[in-house]
């Protein structure tokens, strides 16, 4: 019982810890004079995604590799159906033409690299498919094209990052990024943990786990960021947001995760690769039908409806 409680409470001291390590860290750059906008692209881009990180680092290293795909697959679908379908719910989201025509197609190359370098079995007739280290290396080295492209574009644009600086002394930063990261570890500990634990109990794959429950609250600071941006109108903020994160998790959370231990893909994780480019793909045609480059109300609920049916089958399935 005591592990069922820690793996609800580890979802909330995962995010607080994240939430502590990006305002630490901010108030120290912001000391240092350093920009705005590279601490925006740096502290709290890796901030935001620091929950799928620690909860795929302790399910990399654990062996629990079904947690750590089922995380990366699962929040990215989430984070395009679930998240943008109730952003737009509450103020439709309009996006720049920059999001529509490099960042949404960059996040269907990233899942479609994943889908080619897991498919062994297709490419090489191989018996066992999986993520290897030299896969790994290859997806960070996206990463760090991917960091370079944001830079430059945030130059030319000649934006300042939109953040909203607590000034904290440097003992005060410093706690907060040791509490931070205390509070990291602890909650992708016990996440992890209670999430084996719960696989075991229904007798369901871990992956399943990792797509559903684990993948929702992981993403739960995306989608807050999402949900308030769509609230406030801040609406570039809310699909950016959502774009840059799957991103993210793919080149740097299952780059990184595949260097700890490869990670196996089997027949079924397929599917679910398949159903983050059918998810991708679905945002990108969105921006053409109705309201150009607009995700109206009656689409968010499309695409709510489209996640609650992967869910059912997926459960159904698994």
């Not at 480019?277 to 499309?302: A, D, N, Y």
Request: charged content about 15%; overall charge positive.
């Amino acid at each position: 019982m005591l592990t069922y409680i820690l793996f609800v409470f580890g979802f909330v001291v995962l995010i607080k810890g994240a939430d502590l390590l990006v305002d630490g860290s901010v108030s120290i750059a912001f000391k240092l004079k350093i920009s705005t906008i590279v601490t925006g692209l740096t502290i709290v881009a890796f901030g935001t995604s620091s929950p799928e990180f620690i909860v795929n680092i302790f399910a990399s290293a654990e062996g629990n590799t079904g947690i750590a795909i089922g995380n990366i697959l699962g929040s990215n679908i989430a984070n395009i159906l679930l998240i943008l379908g109730v952003s737009s719910i509450i103020y439709p989201l309009v996006t720049k033409k920059n999001t529509v025509w490099k960042e949404i197609p960059l996040s269907l190359l990233a899942v479609v690299i994943i889908g080619v370098l897991v498919n062994d079995a297709f490419f090489d007739g191989s018996t066992f498919s999986a993520l290897t280290r030299i896969d790994g290396i290859v997806l960070l080295t996206f990463f760090i094209i991917f960091l370079y492209y944001t830079y430059s574009i945030s130059k030319v644009r000649r934006e300042t990052a939109d953040l909203h600086i607590k000034e904290l002394s440097y003992l005060k930063s410093s706690i907060y990024i040791i509490a931070g990261l205390i509070g990291l570890v602890l909650g992708g500990k016990w996440i992890v943990d209670g999430a084996v634990k719960i696989a075991e109990l229904f007798n369901v794959s871990q992956k399943l786990i990792g797509l559903t429950i684990v993948a929702v609250g992981t993403s739960l600071p995306e989608l807050a960021t999402s949900v308030v941006a769509a609230y406030k109108k801040h609406i570039d903020i809310a699909i950016g947001n959502v774009v840059g994160s799957n991103i993210f998790n793919i080149f740097w959370v299952m780059g990184f995760s595949s260097l700890i231990r490869p990670l196996p893909f089997s027949r079924d994780c397929i599917i679910d690769i398949l159903m983050v480019i059918f998810s991708t793909i679905i945002l990108f045609v969105i921006m053409f039908v109705g309201k150009k480059r607009t995700i109206e109300k009656w689409q968010g609920i499309l695409m709510v409806l489209i996640y609650i049916g992967y869910i059912v089958f997926s459960i159904y399935n698994k």
